[in-house]
């Protein structure tokens, strides 16, 4: 649905104010997973399309894969530039 399209690109751009790429990401999972929530928990539901909020489910989760890799990548580098 367009609502939910134009939502994600406000989203998209929002996001992209932070400097930290994983801030970044953060940021998308919390507010996509809202926007998902609100969706399931309301009557919108019933006019959308169940693959539409599968699809937000699952952007979600890969935001949250990438956040990992970013958050965890820096701790690892840190980690090793201690090491003898």
């Known amino acids: 649905m367009r609502i939910m399209q134009d939502l994600q690109t406000n989203l998209d751009g929002k996001s992209k104010r932070y400097k930290d790429p994983a801030l970044t990401k953060l940021c998308l ?13 309301s009557e919108a539901k019933d ?31 840190k980690e090793d530039c201690g090491r003898p």
Not at 29 to 41: E, G, L, P
Not at 61 to 76: D, F, L, P, V
């Open 29 to 41: 999972i919390s507010n996509i997973h809202y926007m998902v929530r609100s969706v399931r928990r």
């Open 47 to 77: 006019l959308l399309d169940d693959d539409l909020v599968q699809r937000h489910r699952r952007v979600v989760q890969q935001h949250a894969k990438q956040y990992k890799r970013i958050a965890w990548g820096k701790t690892r580098i």
